[in-house]
């Protein structure tokens, strides 16, 4: 397999919390997959390890071959690895275009270092004007009807719509999205992730998620790693996980 | 908001023009406001930086280091030309800031005013013991000159009047084209959401050591205009009570336009010597007693700027 | 060499007065988290007050030594006059607004008590030198020092040990920590936080305007002392940490000899030495010496 995104043999701890034990996966371009696990099994670390939060204490990180283990947050953004947040992290006295706005003039302000890490991005920050681009993506999400709301004021639901929205302006290669449906209502849920699933296949883009709700994960990844204490429990289809022991012991509680 | 850069202008433009001609009208008031308008250039300073989220207490030392800088200039080098001072007063602002800045931008909140306090205290400290420089007394500027013609003396008020008119109508008109490409927008998404900006792929530390250049350019080009409109600087304009007076006048104006700073300043100004007049042992009360009130009733525009509400439009 | 002890008596002595006003600084700040700047005012309202009431002591004729006790009820008296008023009627509104905005407040209030105490006790300054000189002087090699100074010394390790004790071992103490440690927590524990906050923000003011009182003797008192000495005590604080008694000791103790250093070895530094140690501290210990090293980033 050709992979795009490549973690080997990552440790982490907090003291005695194991955050991460000997994590290794690879994960090809273009592949969807949900990341599962209790809360504190190590997925949410995963994360913050591979977008620069968090630097591992031991192992590597490679995007496309290249080292990335040790960039901080905003160097791995420009070379093209994204993520929303579990608490949607947005400009909260801004309204909903100005947010997707701020993410597009910072796009233009790095559109040359951009241009050698991620053609994919650089090409979105040469758009005819923010104005154009930002209708673009507040379409694919349909949230043009809410552009000139408050982020602040939004409902639970269009706040992590536009967190994600956000995460994608920058036209990454490699989204991650960390519970991208928790705090939001159950008639809700497939309605958002079925906009954000057709806003990235629309742009080719390699997908990680946290879930909780299994619902969600059955019906949107094609592979599935089982978090447990830190370490990868299984690694494998939808189904495949989904029916081990181990999982249906630790995590999923079938 | 959006953005209306061709009416914003123009209204600007216009209160230049109303300004020049009413310090014609009335020219007794063209001294307390040219003092008022190059305060209030520190005060844009300094709304810059609240616009990010950061307060400053110590722009006093900016806007002494302007002064100091146009002064020495004068007294050692004998160089009277305005623009040639202003502009030295500037860049040793900008040198100063460019330096500290690399420190400053590190730091938020209550950690960012309190550097920002020490810093100019250091340099009253500095200067108070300076001989050479008239320690607490300080000294006196020589007039102006403006490509040769005097800018007071014999020509008055008016010239050097007009000067920081146009002065503040520059850096009116600057910094509202500023907050609208795309480094002049991430202020408030900085002050909204650092972590975000981030993520985004923005380096925050460095729009912030950007901005505080800026503001320390802004506050020394008043310090620049201060100075020779009074005629004499001294160490106080390093004191922290003048970086709270700052502070003030940005709390009074708000931080919604690029103008609140300059009213915000003349009705100090107005208002400072109006108590100087006729009540001069209440006049901090009266500060304190308003400030209050402003912090306790007057919550939205005004205070959105510490509380991280909805922002005015500008 | 020869100045060294010079330099060692003369930063103990002003590391002791700076610790005394100092102090109710950090309690406040630790216990409420509050940087009150109005504390600077209570210290000129305490010295004041001293001034006026001593001041009128000995003009009429009565022991002298009774001035001592003069100068510290009178301070006492009116922080507790000030103290709950101010805590009650103004701050107890403010608590939830974030650190600046409370900062800010405590400015306002800074400048209008400037200003009502020029109004009660007018522009002119006071003097109240006999207290300072009654105890006579003492030698230290060849270096005269008045009794007054080892005395504030005294007063401010006695201060210094009764806080930690009153801190560590009471009742009282113990619960005080607890609130400094957690609000939500405390509150939920049951402990009546606000009548915590009141009791510290007097108990804090009354630090304030004792070090005033007994600052008084020592210097001329005239408006605009308060204001001096707020930036002073603020230095101290954040140099020893915001809300640390220990740190308020050692940053007093780094300031006064940094001073006195500067006095006898290198004049022209006296004055910004102070803010200088602060930057370098807050510049590599944001939070204080005795505080975490982390670095408020993002």
Known sequence: ?254 | MRYRPYQALGLFTVVLFALVGTGLLLPAWQFLTTVALAKGMAVLGLMLLLRTGLVSFGQGLFYCLGGYAAGSLGQFWGITDALVLLVFGVAVAVLVAAILGLLMARYRDIFFAMLSLAFSMVLYGLLVKSQMLGSTDGFNLATPTLLGFSMGGDAGSFPLYVMACVLAWLAACGLYLYMDTPLGRLSHAIRDNEIRVEYMGASVYRAIYIKYIIAAALTGAGGVVAALAVGHIDPEMSYWVTSGEFVFVAILAGTGSVLAPFLGSIIFEVARSLATQYSPDTWQMILGVVMLVIILFLPGGLWSVFAHRRREPS | MSHLPAVLADGVFYASWLFLIAVGLTLIYGVMRILNLAHGSFYALGAYAAASAAGAWLAQGYAPFGSYAVLIVAAVVAGCVVGPLIERFLLRYMYGKDEITLLLVTYAVLLIMEDAIKLLWGVDSYFLAEPYGLLGIFEVGNLIYPVYDLALFGVAVVAGIGLTWFLQYTRTGKLLRVVIHDREISAAMGINVSRFYLLTFTAGTVLATVGGALTAPMISVAPGIGIEVIVLAFAVVVIGGLGSLPGAALGALIVGLARASAVHYFPAAELFSVYLVMALVLIFRPRGLFAGAEVRKI
């Not at chain 1, 939060?53 to 070379?79: C, F, H, M, V, W």
């Open chain 1, 1 to 254: 397999m050709n992979a795009i995104l490549e973690a080997r043999n990552l440790n982490k701890r907090f003291g005695a919390i194991v955050a991460a034990e000997d994590v290794s996966v690879a994960i090809a371009a273009d592949a969807v997959v949900g990341l599962i696990g209790a809360n504190g099994a190590g997925k949410t670390t995963f994360v913050n390890m591979v977008t620069g939060y968090l630097k591992p204490d031991s192992g590597q990180i490679a995007l496309e071959g290249n080292d990335i283990t040790t960039l901080r947050p905003r160097q791995i953004t420009r070379r093209g690895i994204c993520r929303s947040f579990q608490i949607p992290q947005l400009y909260d006295t801004m309204t909903v275009r100005e947010n997707l706005e701020i993410g597009l003039g910072i796009l233009w302000l790095n559109r040359r270092r951009m241009a050698a890490e991620s053609p994919a991005a650089a090409g979105a920050g040469k758009a005819a004007s923010l104005d154009a681009a930002a209708q673009d993506i507040l379409e694919q999400f349909h949230l043009a009807a809410h552009r000139d709301r408050i982020a602040g004021e939004l409902p639970e639901g269009l706040r992590k719509l536009l967190d994600i929205a956000m995460a994608l302006i920058a036209r990454p290669r490699i989204l991650l999205l960390d519970e991208p449906t928790s705090g939001v209502s159950a008639d809700e849920k497939f309605d958002i992730m079925d906009r954000v699933m057709t806003a990235v296949h629309a742009q080719g883009v390699t997908v990680l998620f946290v879930e909780h709700d299994m619902d969600i994960v059955r019906r949107y990844s094609q592979r599935v790693l089982a978090f447990y204490q830190g370490r990868i429990l299984a690694d494998g289809s939808v189904r495949d996980v989904l029916a081990d022991e181990d999982v249906r012991r630790h995590v999923t509680g079938a």
